[in-house]
């Protein structure tokens, strides 16, 4: 990774949550939602132009397009949820910018299916972040199984409480407490699915997938 | 005016010994229709790859490939607009979801201002007939239909030559020669210089200007498509030429024919050929052995099925009996549900009326994949879909390690199937990196690895050139004699002519006719083999050319 | 397809954002019940029956549950009604309940409306003018699912009839899932190189590349776009200068009735009818010119 990356993602990590920190400073608990819709509309613009900026061959571009249509497509598997563990995996093997790309876009493309709404730029951040993360962390991912396990359940709990925060903040307009812990409650069989099937998916795609995606890269000098 | 000059040309892929072209000399004239044919792996996709700079394989290159695209004199290089592209697979060189996106993807890359792209596009779709479809997912279309598109998509760049490779070998018969036609319309009415490498020479080799000829790397032959057929009567490559050409190479020596005459190319010509030399031998006829009464293995009665509640059915009383140890074919026309057909004798769907019986026994009886092991197999249209591992002999490995649980004698019964069906250099293949006869032949080894006595078959000769789909018939003969059933559903009239024991047509929703090949084709006029077609008039019955020849030559 | 639709993407993107800041972030009451009866209106105009009915049958009970479990959760207010478990529920909790619910429903209605307004196509213009790489990368991926799901069923009804998994044992239905999972991932990457090789047949990645759409930008498009941002300035101006402020806690004020506030309220109400002008000035176009025929 080159010097001005490695400083510009730092900023980037620093950045965000001091901006979200300053958004609770200063608009209190009630335009908190906000600050964080501002954070998540500007991360989401400075990866895209920085995507853009980028110069990554064509088949790059579409071997993401795969992987995003195919978490897209996986989202429709009932009750389970393989689509963060395939956007770890991308990351793994294609870096943090292609990462947040494939988590951004793929949130976005499935919700044209299920339904697009106030969440849409809350998942593309999230999802987005997500993927990284996991381009960020790739090389002990690929080496370490339990890493990977821990990671995988770790995102999909992080994933599920940042959004059930936003649930409460829209409905109440500020951080309602005891809405929170409701919500947690009642979400709590969905989180913890969620975390387990993650890390399942993770730990029985990461190398099948991994395979296939090295071997493009390898036949085709991507 | 030569418009493409290709001098020495000698290619070699990294980390192979041999050349994939081997000191290539030819000229293109502007204009020109060339048809480029070989058996798969002749390195007639390289050479057409090499002349599209843009698609150049990686490797070692020696010689020279000039362009003369403006008649200002040759020129090493071509931009990608003057050389346009069609690919074998109509789905896979679609990149947009839209078709007038998708239209538009080449002049947005050549930068032209949206007005002028504007007024191209709706040119080129409406010159194509693509105006009904404009607005449509390129995903709804057909595969004609997304072949057509691909080619309006090159099309409307305005290229000054044209290289198709295989572009129909993914089609039925029907919407493969509608391609041609367009291709063939466009060279004739534009003066674009078309290049197309097939296997389907039945219709173009009337159609070509010269013929280039490729064995092992080598041109072997570039010249006229009347002098071709003389001067390659021993290669194996004669095997898919023209009905016609091989009839009138089988014949020539019983005529007297007057000096120059030109080999006929065409049904019509092959007609007129026959009917002035042999019409003394008019009426006489294929002896046909029918085949005794077996014992039926696959019956199905009255089968109705519909995907959904809502939609229509597309069986709608079907049936069907299949004999031991029979080949049995099934034709009809695209999209008519043949493929339904086979996924529901399989299994593979389920019939909401009427049932299927497998050696007396239905279908739902068989529990838990008996019906799949030591029983019946199924190989679909894209043999990928057999195939989940990362290497040929993994793939084998685990479908006998689900079969036999952990057998020791896995690695000799691989190795005994293997030798049969000619496939052990494969075993370390990734299956991807196999062509498309090479695939099969894997597929058909995995499928018998579960030692089937009846094999489903759907369109196995799609995309094969000649000499894998002769190697295909024998290998099919051969499973045959040691007890096989088959039950093969294919759009290839020649293929089915040659190798079926009886043929069934398919039509709305059922068969509507079933008999042995020669009474099969010969009854039909239209739907029937370009042999038959040609000698109708002297030989009633008569519908492959070996037969064709035969009774000429009155040995049958 | 709506009138409405058939206007320009950058059009109709305006017109989302026009209608969608005020609701999310002015809490009046005249605005929020503006913003649901717009949304109600225009889903009901571009909507069958079949979905609209379904439609109701989800957020009518939402609209409820979301009003009736503000009171539980919130004990502010200063007109408590009755004491639950030593809690109070209050009045303005539960106005505050009902004004959240119209918020979130119409913006749920709106997005819903907007889904279909603002279709993939549109998307991928959008993105396509600054992002090009990107709008490339989302119609790829659009072309790529429908594959993806073909695929997917023919592999698995292949490996289906292979046998190899018994259909009984549920460890190896999960084992066939994930061999014909990655089987068709492998799949997919080789189409993708294909299409790669297409492109760049087609001249992909040289410079200077220009984007071409089927939408233009008609005087009407010009019109509306005006209009919205017109109305929209004009409520904005409402809410930054505090004419529209109406508080719930501790007790409800009165609805702000300043001129300012009236003008805000009009505006507003205009955003959230242009779709509908749009859609009925069609509608009795049409009506006009059959009967001249």
């Given at each position: 990774m080159?010097?001005?990356?490695?400083?510009?993602?730092a900023?980037?990590?620093?950045?965000?949550?001091?901006?979200?920190?300053l958004?609770?400073?200063?608009?209190?608990?009630?335009?908190?939602?906000?600050?964080?819709?501002?954070?998540?509309?500007?991360?989401?613009?400075?990866?895209?132009?920085?995507?853009?900026?980028?110069?990554?061959?064509?088949?790059?571009?579409?071997?993401?397009?795969?992987?995003?249509?195919?978490?897209?497509?996986?989202?429709?598997?009932?009750?389970?949820?393989?689509?963060?563990?395939?956007?770890?995996?991308?990351?793994?093997?294609?870096?943090?910018?292609?990462?947040?790309?494939?988590?951004?876009?793929?949130?976005?493309?499935?919700?044209?299916?299920?339904?697009?709404?106030?969440?849409?730029?809350?998942?593309?951040?999230?999802?987005?972040?997500?993927?990284?993360i996991?381009?960020?962390?790739?090389?002990?991912?690929?080496?370490?199984?339990?890493?990977?396990?821990?990671?995988?359940?770790?995102?999909?709990?992080?994933?599920?409480?940042?959004?059930?925060?936003?649930?409460?903040?829209?409905?109440?307009?500020?951080?309602?407490?005891?809405?929170?812990?409701?919500?947690?409650?009642?979400?709590?069989?969905?989180?913890?699915?969620?975390?387990?099937?993650?890390?399942?998916?993770?730990?029985?795609?990461?190398?099948?997938?991994?395979n296939?995606?090295?071997?493009?890269?390898?036949?085709?000098?991507? | 005016?030569?418009?493409?000059?290709?001098?020495?040309?000698?290619?070699?892929?990294?980390?192979?010994?041999?050349?994939?072209?081997?000191?290539?000399?030819?000229?293109?004239?502007q204009?020109?229709?060339?048809?480029?044919?070989?058996?798969?792996?002749?390195?007639?996709?390289?050479?057409?790859?090499?002349?599209?700079?843009?698609?150049?394989?990686?490797?070692?290159?020696?010689?020279?490939?000039?362009?003369?695209?403006?008649?200002?004199?040759?020129?090493?290089?071509?931009?990608?607009?003057?050389?346009?592209?069609?690919?074998?697979?109509?789905?896979?060189?679609?990149?947009?979801?839209?078709v007038w996106?998708?239209?538009?993807f080449?002049l947005?890359?050549?930068?032209?201002?949206?007005?002028?792209?504007?007024?191209?596009?709706?040119?080129?779709?409406?010159?194509?007939?693509?105006?009904?479809?404009?607005?449509?997912?390129?995903?709804?279309?057909?595969?004609?239909?997304?072949?057509?598109?691909?080619?309006?998509?090159?099309?409307?760049?305005?290229?000054?030559?044209?290289?198709?490779?295989?572009?129909?070998?993914?089609?039925?018969?029907?919407?493969?020669?509608?391609?041609?036609?367009?291709?063939?319309?466009?060279?004739?009415?534009?003066?674009?210089?078309?290049?197309?490498?097939?296997?389907?020479?039945?219709?173009?080799?009337?159609l070509?200007?010269?013929?280039?000829?490729?064995?092992?790397?080598?041109?072997?032959?570039?010249?006229?498509?009347?002098?071709?057929?003389?001067?390659?009567?021993?290669?194996?490559?004669?095997?898919?030429?023209?009905?016609?050409?091989?009839?009138?190479?089988?014949?020539?020596?019983?005529?007297?024919?007057?000096?120059?005459?030109?080999?006929?190319?065409?049904?019509?010509?092959?007609?007129?050929?026959?009917?002035?030399?042999?019409?003394?031998?008019?009426?006489?006829?294929?002896?046909?052995?029918?085949?005794?009464?077996?014992?039926?293995?696959?019956?199905?009665?009255?089968?109705?099925?519909?995907y959904?509640?809502?939609?229509?059915?597309?069986?709608?009383?079907?049936?069907?009996?299949?004999?031991?140890?029979e080949?049995?074919?099934?034709?009809?026309?695209?999209?008519?549900?043949k493929?339904?057909?086979?996924?529901?004798?399989?299994?593979?769907?389920?019939?909401?009326?009427?049932?299927?019986?497998?050696?007396?026994?239905?279908?739902?009886?068989?529990?838990?994949?008996?019906?799949?092991?030591?029983?019946?197999?199924?190989?679909?249209?894209?043999?990928?879909?057999?195939?989940?591992?990362?290497?040929?002999?993994?793939?084998?490995?685990?479908?006998?390690?689900?079969?036999?649980?952990?057998?020791?004698n896995?690695?000799?019964?691989?190795?005994?199937?293997?030798?049969?069906?000619?496939?052990?250099?494969?075993?370390?293949?990734?299956?991807?990196?196999?062509?498309?006869?090479?695939?099969?032949?894997?597929?058909v080894?995995?499928?018998?690895?579960?030692?089937?006595?009846?094999?489903?078959?759907?369109?196995?000769?799609?995309?094969?050139?000649?000499?894998?789909?002769?190697?295909?018939?024998?290998?099919?003969?051969?499973?045959?004699?040691?007890?096989?059933?088959?039950?093969?559903?294919?759009?290839?009239?020649?293929?089915?002519?040659?190798?079926?024991?009886?043929?069934?047509?398919?039509?709305?929703?059922?068969?509507?006719?079933?008999?042995?090949?020669?009474?099969?084709?010969?009854?039909?006029?239209?739907?029937?083999?370009?042999?038959?077609?040609?000698?109708?008039?002297?030989?009633?019955?008569?519908?492959?050319?070996?037969?064709?020849?035969?009774?000429?030559?009155?040995?049958? | 397809?709506s009138?409405?639709?058939?206007?320009?993407?950058l059009?109709?993107?305006?017109?989302?954002?026009?209608?969608?800041?005020?609701?999310?972030?002015?809490?009046?009451?005249?605005?929020?019940?503006?913003?649901?009866l717009?949304?109600?209106?225009f889903?009901?105009?571009?909507?069958?029956?079949?979905?609209?009915?379904?439609?109701?049958?989800?957020?009518?009970?939402?609209?409820?549950?979301?009003?009736?479990?503000?009171?539980?959760?919130?004990?502010?207010?200063?007109?408590?009604?009755?004491?639950?478990?030593?809690?109070?529920?209050?009045?303005?909790?539960?106005?505050?309940?009902?004004?959240?619910?119209?918020?979130?429903?119409?913006?749920?209605?709106?997005?819903?409306?907007?889904?279909?307004?603002?279709?993939?196509?549109?998307?991928?213009?959008?993105?396509?003018?600054?992002?090009?790489?990107?709008?490339?990368?989302l119609?790829?991926?659009?072309?790529?699912?429908?594959?993806?799901?073909?695929?997917?069923?023919?592999?698995?009804?292949?490996?289906?009839?292979?046998?190899?998994?018994?259909?009984?044992?549920?460890?190896?239905?999960?084992k066939?899932?994930?061999?014909?999972?990655?089987?068709?991932?492998?799949?997919?990457?080789?189409?993708?190189?294909?299409?790669?090789?297409?492109?760049?047949?087609?001249?992909?990645?040289?410079?200077?590349?220009?984007?071409?759409?089927?939408?233009?930008?008609?005087?009407?498009?010009?019109?509306?776009?005006?209009?919205?941002?017109?109305?929209?300035?004009?409520?904005?101006?409402?809410?930054?200068?505090?004419?529209?402020?109406?508080?719930?806690?501790?007790?409800?004020?009165?609805?702000?009735?300043?001129?300012?506030?009236?003008a805000?309220?009009?505006?507003?109400?205009?955003?959230?009818?242009?779709?509908?002008?749009?859609?009925?000035?069609?509608?009795?176009?049409?009506?006009?010119?059959?009967?001249?025929i």
């Amino acid at each position: 990774m080159k010097a001005k990356q490695i400083i510009s993602y730092a900023i980037l990590l620093l950045l965000v949550p001091a901006a979200i920190v300053l958004g609770f400073l200063i608009f209190g608990s009630g335009g908190f939602i906000y600050s964080i819709l501002a954070v998540s509309v500007l991360v989401c613009a400075a990866f895209f132009l920085s995507f853009e900026k980028s110069s990554h061959k064509s088949g790059v571009i579409l071997i993401l397009a795969v992987m995003v249509a195919l978490s897209v497509a996986s989202r429709f598997i009932p009750y389970v949820n393989p689509m963060s563990a395939l956007i770890i995996i991308t990351a793994m093997y294609f870096g943090a910018q292609a990462g947040f790309i494939t988590g951004a876009m793929s949130a976005l493309v499935s919700n044209f299916f299920f339904s697009q709404g106030p969440w849409t730029p809350f998942q593309m951040f999230a999802w987005g972040t997500i993927g990284f993360i996991a381009g960020l962390l790739c090389k002990p991912l690929k080496k370490s199984k339990i890493l990977l396990a821990l990671f995988g359940a770790f995102s999909g709990i992080v994933f599920s409480l940042f959004m059930d925060v936003l649930t409460v903040l829209w409905q109440d307009g500020y951080f309602n407490a005891s809405r929170y812990l409701a919500v947690l409650y009642t979400a709590l069989p969905f989180t913890a699915l969620y975390a387990v099937t993650n890390t399942v998916f993770l730990l029985l795609l990461s190398r099948p997938i991994g395979n296939k995606l090295d071997r493009i890269k390898t036949k085709y000098g991507l | 005016m030569e418009i493409l000059q290709i001098k020495d040309l000698s290619f070699t892929y990294p980390n192979t010994d041999s050349p994939a072209a081997d000191g290539i000399n030819m000229t293109v004239n502007q204009g020109e229709f060339i048809l480029v044919c070989g058996a798969s792996g002749c390195g007639k996709t390289t050479l057409l790859r090499l002349i599209k700079k843009e698609l150049s394989p990686a490797g070692n290159l020696k010689g020279e490939i000039l362009y003369n695209l403006d008649a200002k004199g040759f020129k090493e290089t071509a931009s990608a607009f003057d050389v346009g592209f069609v690919f074998q697979n109509p789905d896979s060189q679609i990149v947009t979801d839209s078709v007038w996106h998708e239209l538009a993807f080449g002049l947005e890359n050549m930068g032209i201002p949206s007005d002028t792209v504007r007024r191209r596009v709706g040119e080129m779709a409406s010159y194509f007939g693509i105006n009904e479809w404009y607005h449509s997912k390129t995903d709804s279309l057909s595969g004609g239909q997304k072949q057509i598109l691909n080619l309006a998509s090159v099309m409307v760049m305005d290229p000054k030559i044209l290289i198709l490779d295989e572009p129909t070998s993914q089609l039925d018969p029907i919407t493969a020669s509608e391609f041609i036609k367009t291709v063939y319309s466009l060279n004739r009415e534009f003066g674009i210089t078309v290049i197309i490498a097939e296997h389907r020479l039945e219709e173009l080799f009337p159609l070509a200007d010269r013929v280039a000829v490729m064995d092992g790397g080598n041109l072997i032959f570039y010249g006229s498509p009347e002098k071709a057929c003389g001067a390659l009567k021993d290669n194996p490559i004669f095997e898919g030429f023209p009905s016609a050409v091989k009839i009138f190479e089988g014949t020539k020596d019983l005529t007297e024919l007057p000096e120059g005459y030109q080999c006929p190319l065409t049904v019509r010509d092959c007609k007129k050929y026959l009917n002035a030399n042999f019409s003394h031998l008019s009426g006489k006829e294929v002896k046909v052995i029918s085949p005794e009464p077996a014992n039926p293995v696959i019956e199905a009665e009255n089968l109705y099925f519909r995907y959904d509640k809502n939609l229509p059915d597309i069986l709608r009383s079907m049936s069907i009996s299949v004999c031991e140890n029979e080949i049995m074919g099934i034709l009809g026309g695209n999209g008519a549900g043949k493929t339904t057909a086979l996924n529901v004798i399989a299994g593979a769907e389920m019939p909401y009326r009427g049932h299927v019986k497998i050696y007396g026994k239905k279908i739902k009886d068989f529990k838990n994949n008996s019906l799949y092991r030591n029983m019946l197999a199924y190989l679909p249209q894209d043999p990928q879909c057999i195939f989940v591992k990362n290497k040929v002999s993994e793939d084998f490995e685990a479908a006998l390690a689900a079969l036999n649980g952990k057998n020791q004698n896995i690695g000799s019964e691989i190795e005994r199937i293997s030798e049969e069906l000619g496939i052990s250099h494969l075993q370390n293949m990734h299956p991807y990196d196999l062509s498309g006869g090479e695939l099969q032949k894997c597929a058909v080894a995995k499928l018998m690895l579960t030692d089937p006595k009846i094999m489903l078959l759907d369109e196995p000769t799609k995309g094969l050139d000649a000499v894998s789909k002769n190697k295909l018939i024998s290998l099919l003969r051969k499973l045959r004699s040691k007890g096989m059933t088959f039950l093969i559903v294919t759009h290839d009239i020649e293929f089915a002519a040659g190798i079926c024991d009886r043929c069934a047509m398919f039509f709305d929703g059922g068969i509507i006719s079933q008999s042995a090949p020669n009474e099969f084709f010969s009854s039909n006029r239209f739907y029937t083999t370009s042999s038959h077609r040609a000698c109708r008039d002297i030989f009633p019955n008569a519908i492959l050319t070996d037969e064709v020849i035969g009774l000429c030559r009155g040995n049958v | 397809m709506s009138a409405y639709s058939k206007l320009h993407p950058l059009t109709c993107l305006v017109g989302y954002l026009c209608i969608l800041i005020p609701a999310m972030f002015i809490k009046n009451p005249v605005i929020q019940l503006t913003s649901l009866l717009g949304s109600v209106l225009f889903l009901s105009v571009i909507c069958d029956r079949k979905t609209i009915g379904s439609d109701l049958g989800f957020y009518i009970p939402l609209f409820v549950l979301m009003a009736v479990t503000n009171p539980l959760f919130s004990h502010n207010g200063a007109t408590p009604l009755f004491f639950m478990n030593g809690n109070p529920v209050t009045l303005e909790a539960v106005i505050y309940g009902i004004f959240m619910s119209v918020m979130i429903t119409s913006v749920l209605l709106w997005c819903k409306c907007y889904g279909i307004i603002i279709n993939s196509d549109k998307i991928v213009y959008l993105f396509g003018k600054s992002l090009p790489k990107l709008s490339l990368l989302l119609s790829a991926a659009l072309k790529f699912i429908p594959e993806l799901k073909r695929r997917f069923r023919l592999t698995s009804s292949a490996q289906k009839t292979l046998g190899q998994y018994s259909t009984e044992s549920y460890t190896d239905r999960i084992k066939r899932m994930c061999g014909v999972f990655s089987s068709v991932i492998g799949w997919s990457l080789e189409n993708a190189v294909e299409k790669n090789n297409s492109m760049k047949a087609r001249g992909y990645g040289m410079p200077g590349r220009s984007n071409y759409s089927i939408f233009k930008m008609t005087a009407a498009d010009k019109t509306i776009s005006v209009l919205y941002i017109a109305c929209l300035s004009l409520t904005l101006a409402g809410a930054f200068t505090g004419k529209l402020y109406f508080s719930y806690y501790p007790t409800v004020s009165g609805i702000p009735d300043s001129p300012l506030a009236l003008a805000s309220y009009f505006s507003y109400f205009v955003c959230a009818m242009i779709p509908i002008i749009v859609e009925s000035e069609e509608a009795i176009r049409w009506k006009y010119y059959r009967s001249k025929i």
